[in-house]
């Protein structure tokens, strides 16, 4: 989809390059990841879901995303949540971003959760998340301990301090500011990311790239599940190798 179905970027890239990455230690309790952990394990099924990376051994996916945000499920169940991380968003922006869109009108573009295991990485330094104003990131797993490796890197944040000490932390950026994740060594990275963004608060169950009127992803996804869902055993495997190679499901 053409770039100029996304809203138009508030900051510069260079301004964008220059904001700080900021800590939010403790953003939430143990209880609050017990709660989304026990949502994702109840809800991903419905769920839209990007599997990335395979492992050429087993096939096994690396990077799996799952938008929570699908039928803005996430959204109805943890409104509060979403309304803590704007304020600490805008409060981040007013404070160390230049104030560049703390008074603008901003909802949940995207609800994601990550599960990253060995080999699981985002490589590309130059990687931001265009599109949106605001990224937050909320670790659920224990560094160090859930797993190792996975160390969220951003160039130039002016510190060699890990951003993710413990389970419950969160970070908080400028979406245009680049950003990756070091390779996975060891167990299971589990994050949960929002964007917030200038569109509408999309349902649609992917990484939305349109900012407004329908999006036809949802349908579709519908669509050809209930398609599969009247097919014989052999035949829905003969059009899931298809749509696989169409990269319709994952
Ligand atoms: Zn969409």
């Known amino acids: 989809m053409a770039d100029s179905d996304l809203p138009p970027s508030r900051i510069s890239a260079a301004d964008a390059q220059a904001t700080p990455v900021v800590r939010l230690p403790a953003f939430l309790s143990s209880e609050e990841i017990v709660e989304i952990d026990a949502f994702h394990a109840a809800q991903s099924h419905a769920c839209g879901r990007l599997a990335k990376a395979s492992c050429a051994v087993t096939g096994a996916a690396l990077w799996t995303t799952t938008y929570l945000s699908t039928d803005r499920r996430f959204n109805a169940r943890f409104p509060g949540l979403l309304a ?16 560049y869109a703390s008074r603008v009108d901003v909802v949940p573009r995207v609800v994601e959760y990550h599960t990253v295991t060995p080999g699981g990485a985002l ?84 990484r939305c790239e349109r900012a407004s009127g329908p999006c036809r992803v949802r349908p579709l996804r519908a669509m050809v599940e209930e398609s599969l869902g009247e097919m014989s055993e052999d035949d829905r495997a003969a059009a899931e190798r298809f749509l696989r190679g169409r990269t319709v499901l994952s």
Request: charged share 30%; proline share 4%; with cysteine.
């Open 84 to 99: 803590r991380m704007l304020a600490a968003a805008r409060a981040a922006d007013r404070a160390h971003f230049g104030d």
């Open 123 to 206: 490589k590309h330094e130059q990687h931001y998340d265009s599109g949106s104003i605001y990224t937050f990131d909320v670790m659920l797993a224990r560094p160090g301990d859930d797993f190792d490796g996975g160390e969220f890197v951003a160039p130039d944040a002016g510190d060699e301090e890990p951003f993710f000490v413990n389970s419950g932390d969160a970070i908080v950026f400028c979406s245009h500011r680049h950003h990756s994740v070091r390779p996975v060594t060891r167990g299971t990275r589990r994050v949960l990311v929002v964007e917030f963004w200038e569109g509408e608060e999309r349902a649609c169950g992917h």
